[in-house]
C-alpha cells in the first residue's frame, strides 16, 4: 500500500475496450471530470458506454495523456504496443490479472519506458459495459508493475489512475505480481474446483450433511472455467510451482493418515499460520473477533430490525454473514464484533426479544 | 432429511458429559419441559450446566429412557458400552463426528440394538457448558446412524432428540455418514490448510492482493488443529479415498499446466458441477441469485439503515455478506437477492442516496 496522493489527470485518458473494466475506469474518471475518451472493437460497445456517461467516443486524432488498454487478454500485447507507437508522448498502461508476459513483449517495443502495467483486483459476475460501475473498483487493491525501464512519470500517472479510481494502489514487479497472484487468487481457485470436484461422487443423501465450511471453501468453483482456463494457462509456471508445493504436502498428508500425526499436524498448523497472515479489515493483519448467532426469521425486515437493534446497543459490527438453515423457516445471522464485547451484544439482543448466543 | 414429527421424550434423558454440545441439548430439551439429568467426570461442569439451566444433577438410581454420550471422542466407546450395560432398558446414542469405528465397537457389545449414533452438524468456536445454548442446533443437521441390529424404537428415540432440540434428523448408515462427512466436511478442511499453508511462502506486499475468494477458501483453516488431527485420524480411510482422488486431480492440473487444455478445463467443470450440487437455502438445490454491492460506511448504525430501505424495497434478502475495504472506511456489503430483482433493488437504494451496484 502507498501514501500517494491523487495527482492530476489533466489531459485525456483513451480507454480502448468498453467492457466491463474500461466502462467502470471510465465512470470513475467522468466523476472526477476527466476527459474521457473511449474506443472499442464494437462500436455499439462504445454507444454503451458514453450512454452509460462513461466518456466521448474518441476522435481520430486523440492525444492521449494517458492510455488504458482494456482488450480481452489474448489482444492485450499487440495493442499495448500499437498504443506505444502511435502515441509518443502517452503513458499506457492494461487491466489484465497476468503482468510477466505481457512485460516481455513491451520491453521489446520502443516506448518501453512509457509503459506500467496495471491490475485491478474487482471484478463482478456479470461482464460488459452495462454491468459497469464507477465504484467497483472503491477500496480494492488495483496492482501497478512498473517495468524494468518505465519512467518515474510514467508510474506516477498509473498510480494517479487508480487512486483516481478509488483504488488502493499497490507496486510491485510483474515477476512478483505474478507470483503473489498465483498465491493469493490462482491456485485457492484450483483448490476450490479440486475440493468441489469431488462432490460429484457423492451418493444418496449425503451432501445434506453440507455446513458454511464446505460452502465457503468451494464457493469460487462456480467461476467461469474459460476465464479461469484464460489465466491459468497466462501465470502456469507460478501456478505451477505453487501447486507442486501443495502436492508435497499433501502427499504428506496422505502419508500420514495411515499414522505419521507429527506430519499431520505440521501441515495443519501451516495452514493456521498462513490463514493468520491475510491482511483482514483496513488492511492490519486479521485481528480475533468475537462472533454472536442470531436467528432471524425469513421475511423482509427481519434483519433491518437485528441491525437496528445491534446498532442502538453502540457496538460496530466488524463482519456479517447470513446463512439460511436447513429446512427451516429461519436464518442466522453470523455478526462479528470486536474481541470483549460479543457477550455484551448477546445480552443486549436478548433482551431486545432475539436469540442470540455466542 | 424425514418429515417425522417430534415424539414423546417422556422419561428422563441422562446427558453424560456437560461440554458445549451436552449443555446445549440439556437446554434445548429442558425448554420441551423433558426431565434431564446431567453427570461429567468433573463436578464442576455438572455445577455450571446446571446454573444455566440445562437441567439437574443426575442420582445414583438414575432410571433413564435414553442416554446422551457427549464425552471427548476418546472416551465415548467404553462410555457408550458402560452404558448399554448399566441400563438395560435405555435407548443409548452420542455426538461424535464419526460413527463406523464406534459402531463396531458397540456391534460387539450387549444391547447394540439399543444404539443409534448421533452427529448433530453444529458447533462453535468456544467450548464448555458456559458457551453452551438451547439454539445450537435449530435447523441444523443431525446426522442419526442406526446400526445393523438398532431396534426401530431406539432409532425413535434418537430422531425425537434431534427434532426436540430444533435440528433437521437425517438418517443414513455409519459407512455412509462417514463417507459422507469425509467428502463435506473433512476433506474441504484439508484443502482449506493446504491452500493456507502456501501464504507462509508469501514475499514482501504480496499478499496485499488478498481478496474475498482467498478469505474463503481458507476461513476454516484457523480451526483448532488438535481437534482435527482427533477428526481426521478417526475417519483416515474414507478421507485418504478422497484425498487420493484429489491428487489424481491434482496431478492432472499441473500436467495440463504444460499444455493440455482439455484436462484442464474438465477439472475446472467438474468443480463447476460439484459446487452446484450443494444444498443452498431450505434444502433445495442451490440457485442462481442476483448479487448487489453496497458501500457502507464503517459505524454503527450504518447497516441499520441499509436493511430498512432494503427491507422497504419489499425485496427479501437471500443472503448478506460485508467485506471490509483495505484501506479504507468504507465496508462493502453484498447483497443477494433472487433472480431478476437484483436491478430493481438498485435503483430502489440508489433512489434512497445508497451507491449500490451489481
Redesign the interface.
Known amino acids: 500500500?502507498t501514501a500517494v496522493a491523487p495527482g492530476a489527470l489533466d489531459g485525456a485518458v483513451l480507454v480502448i475496450g468498453c467492457g466491463l473494466i474500461g466502462t467502470s475506469v471510465g465512470l470513475a474518471l467522468r466523476d472526477h471530470q476527466v476527459d474521457v475518451a473511449l474506443v472499442d472493437a464494437l462500436p455499439g460497445n462504445v454507444e454503451m458506454a458514453v450512454s452509460r456517461g462513461a466518456g466521448r467516443p474518441a476522435s481520430d486524432d486523440e492525444q492521449p495523456q494517458l492510455v488504458v488498454v482494456a482488450v480481452p487478454p489474448a489482444a492485450v500485447a499487440d495493442v499495448v504496443a500499437d498504443a506505444l507507437a502511435r502515441w509518443s508522448e502517452a503513458v499506457v498502461t492494461d487491466v489484465t490479472s497476468v503482468k510477466s508476459s505481457l512485460q516481455r513483449r513491451v520491453d521489446q517495443s520502443p516506448g518501453a519506458d512509457r509503459f506500467a502495467g496495471g491490475h485491478p483486483?474487482a471484478g463482478?459476475?456479470?461482464s460488459g459495459p452495462m454491468?459497469a460501475?464507477a465504484?467497483?473498483f472503491?477500496?480494492?487493491?488495483w496492482?501497478v508493475t512498473p517495468g524494468p525501464s518505465t519512467r518515474p512519470d510514467a508510474l506516477d500517472a498509473v498510480v494517479d489512475l487508480a487512486l483516481h479510481v478509488g483504488a488502493?494502489p499497490?507496486i510491485?514487479d510483474a515477476a512478483?505480481?505474478d507470483?503473489?497472484?498465483a498465491?493469493?487468487?490462482h491456485?485457492?481457485?484450483?483448490?476450490?474446483?479440486?475440493?468441489?470436484?469431488?462432490?460429484?461422487?457423492?451418493?444418496?443423501?449425503?451432501?445434506?450433511?453440507?455446513?458454511a465450511?464446505?460452502?465457503?471453501?468451494?464457493?469460487?468453483?462456480?467461476?467461469d472455467?474459460a476465464l479461469?482456463?484464460d489465466i491459468?494457462?497466462t501465470n502456469?509456471?507460478d501456478?505451477?510451482a505453487?501447486?507442486?508445493?501443495?502436492?508435497d504436502?499433501?502427499?504428506r498428508?496422505?502419508g500420514a493418515?495411515?499414522g505419521d500425526?507429527d506430519e499431520?499436524?505440521r501441515?495443519?498448523?501451516?495452514?493456521?499460520?498462513?490463514?493468520?497472515?491475510?491482511?483482514?479489515?483496513?488492511?492490519s493483519q486479521a485481528a480475533s473477533v468475537d462472533?454472536v448467532?442470531v436467528?432471524v426469521a425469513?421475511?423482509?425486515?427481519e434483519?433491518?430490525r437485528?441491525?437496528?437493534d445491534?446498532?442502538e446497543s453502540?457496538?460496530?459490527?466488524?463482519?456479517?454473514?447470513?446463512?439460511?438453515?436447513?429446512?427451516?423457516?429461519?436464518g442466522?445471522a453470523e455478526i462479528s464484533v470486536a474481541v470483549g464485547v460479543g457477550d455484551s451484544l448477546v445480552e443486549a439482543l436478548t433482551s431486545r426479544g432475539w436469540?442470540a448466543?455466542?
Chains 1, 2 share one sequence.
Do not use: C, F
Request: hydrophobic content about 40%; cysteine-free.
Open positions: 500500500m483486483m463482478s459476475e456479470r454491468a460501475s465504484q467497483l472503491e477500496g480494492r487493491p496492482a488502493v499497490i510491485m512478483d505480481h507470483r503473489a497472484v498465491l493469493v487468487s491456485v485457492p481457485q484450483v483448490m476450490s474446483s479440486l475440493t468441489a470436484a469431488r462432490l460429484n461422487d457423492a451418493e444418496g443423501n449425503h451432501l445434506a450433511l453440507s455446513g465450511g464446505l460452502r465457503d471453501t468451494t464457493r469460487i468453483a462456480a467461476s472455467s479461469w482456463m491459468l494457462g502456469a509456471s501456478v505451477k505453487v501447486l507442486e508445493r501443495v502436492r504436502d499433501l502427499d498428508v496422505i493418515l495411515d500425526a499431520l499436524q501441515v495443519l498448523e501451516s495452514g493456521r499460520r498462513g490463514s493468520a497472515l491475510i491482511p483482514g479489515k483496513h488492511g462472533v448467532h436467528q425469513d421475511r423482509p425486515g434483519l433491518s437485528l441491525m437496528a445491534t446498532g453502540g457496538v460496530n459490527i466488524e463482519d456479517l454473514r447470513l446463512d439460511h438453515d436447513l429446512g427451516r423457516p429461519v442466522l436469540t448466543y455466542r
